[in-house]
């Protein structure tokens, strides 16, 4: 489509212009973008994806407390768990998709703060990075 075109440029005008080369790693944060994950990894096929699911309650304290200063964040409940829900399903249908289950690996919030060495070293093996790379 026009707009993963103009996406695509994008990106590659943003490693051009900073001398990006095939070393060089992009990561980008939006929760939200789970919902794009089919189209991302068909367009970038040497995109992966890490998910990082966290509780859902957390979610919504989370939401509640950004409500009071962001406009984006909503302090409805009912609706921050269902699009919380969405998301987790949404991830767990792409996961479990032949396409693209290699290139996606999940990791729950809680399990990344409780035991950070393990996780980053998971998510490491699954980049194919040695941890000493950083």
């Not at 509640?64 to 409805?76: F, L, S, V």
């Not at 987790?88 to 032949?98: E, I, T």
């Not at 703060?113 to 998971?122: D, V």
Request: proline residues 3%.
């Amino acid at each position: 489509s026009k707009a993963e075109d103009l996406i695509a440029a994008l990106f590659q005008h943003f490693f051009e212009a900073n001398q990006g080369t095939a070393e060089h790693i992009m990561l980008e944060k939006t929760p939200m973008h789970i919902r794009y994950v089919d189209k991302i990894l068909s367009r970038f096929p040497e995109a992966k994806v890490i998910e990082v699911v966290r509780d859902g309650r957390d979610v919504d304290v989370s939401y509640k407390a950004r409500a009071k200063t962001q406009r984006w964040a909503h302090d409805d409940s009912r609706r921050v768990i269902g699009q919380w829900q969405r998301c987790v399903n949404l991830g767990a249908r792409f996961h479990g998709d032949p396409q693209f289950a290699e290139r996606i690996y999940r990791v729950r919030y809680e399990q990344l703060r409780a035991n950070p060495t393990q996780e980053l070293c998971q998510a490491f093996d699954f980049w194919g990075w040695s941890i000493h790379r950083i």
